[in-house]
């Protein structure tokens, strides 16, 4: 079947229901870098947020309001599942003209139903829980690839609450949860190791459950651990009572989920990209709404490219960025940032030292293999890219050269094939609509960017090809990712 959308959105909002890798899009030419720009990119509302502002609301007690949402193949799925389970989620104006609100009236939890988790990890991980509380069955299915990614961990942990779960021994989709109309909650111990999303879960239902739930998270440290801090954030922004002062253990009392109105923070993890591309070129980036306090993982991108050699100043307008004459390469630790994984890659390929990053063995169970991914990818453009145990040591590409880039259905290998191209003129991104699973808009913002050049800062496509000179010699600048966030 032939795609003729064009390069850069995703199928029509929540039809985009089959395997990402069934499209056939043609290959999206990445923009190289002709010049230094000087531009304001401003960013749609955090996928993570989003997704946890509906899931509340649909359990709250009254009608909530979310105001800019992101809308996305992700957020888009969560709605419609919710709407399955008995929720109503209205358009409505919202205080911008450029991005309507979202109404979520919560209603009874319906089964006798099926849900489309696509390859979405927070409709496949969050809403089981939620299901254990409908009237009947819930099936769930998604993607070819989704039925590869972990789920073992959140089924056992339903089990273990008594839950009836049926999954012919799979462990992973497609699976039915037979709801009973309550779940009698309690203590439960799980191995979150593979995805927090397991314990932001049981966490955001747990209010539901008749004793509440005391989640216990019992294995190798849990990655990506600010997102749980999120999770207990908009908790606690919906009047839950959630402890969480002990390592590894968190406890939800039983109560009434509050009405929410809140406004949904920019998306820090979909800057990476574009502060990339400033870093790449020696540009100037301005990001507003960059909030002053967050738990979004993305905010470690501040600590990343600062050294990395970039300037990265933060205000109550937003964040600045300027590039510098030269990346630099790095040691980091991103476990608790593995989603910035792929652009950090990117840009350690065309960095002036070698690499290492840390910390991301979660990583091979994300949409894809990221660490094969990466080193498949990095290793055409010419770097050098060595998987380890728990991460990559990268050797960039002393000069980069054109390829044909995959993306594996993954958006984040996406941005990070176009932050690749923009030191490597002629390079192709095969279907790279599969930025729409978080950022549909990604490559009209990605042309808007590059075409903000400034009058006295045009730089020749030499000297971007420059930066990817690196000896390949020199040790990597030892610096860990530090923490900002109130999660890590």
Known sequence: MSDHREPGTAADDDSDAGDSADRHLDPWPAPPAAGAFDAVVQLPGSKSLTNRFLVLAALAGDTSRIRRPLRSRDTLLMADALRSLGARIDDIPGDEDDCDDWLVEPGPIRGQTSLDCGLAGTVMRFLPPVAALADGPVRFDGDAHARKRPMRAGLLALRALGVDVRDEGRA???????????????????????????????????????????????????????????????????????????????????????????????????????????????????????????????????????????????????????????????????????????VVAALAALADSPSRLRGIAHLRGHETDRLAALATEIGKVGGTVEVLPDGLTIRPARRPSAARLATYADHRMAMAAAVLGLAAPGTLVEDVGTVGKTLPTFTRLWADMLGQTQRNGEIAQESVEKRGQGSGQDAPRSRGASTRNGGA
């Open 172 to 342: 992973a989709l497609p699976f039915t949860v037979v709801g009973t109309g309550a779940v009698r909650g309690g203590r439960v111990s799980l191995d979150a190791s593979s995805s927090s999303q397991f314990i932001s879960a049981l966490l955001l239902t747990g209010a539901r459950f008749t004793e509440g739930v005391e989640v216990v998270h019992v294995g190798d440290p849990v990655p990506s651990e600010p997102h749980v801090a999120m999770t207990v954030e908009v908790l606690r922004d919906a009047g839950v009572d959630v402890e969480d002062h002990e390592p590894d253990r968190w406890r939800v009392a039983p109560s009434t989920i509050h009405a929410l109105d809140v406004q949904v923070e920019p998306d820090l993890s979909n800057a990476a990209p574009f502060l990339a591309a400033a870093m790449v070129t020696g540009s100037r980036i301005h990001l507003p709404g960059w909030p002053q306090y967050t738990t979004q993982a993305g905010d470690e991108l501040r600590d990343i490219l600062d050294a990395m050699g970039g300037d990265v100043s933060l205000s109550r307008e937003g964040l600045t960025l300027t590039g510098p004459p030269t990346i630099h390469g790095v040691d980091l630790d991103l476990h608790d940032a593995g989603e910035l994984a792929p």
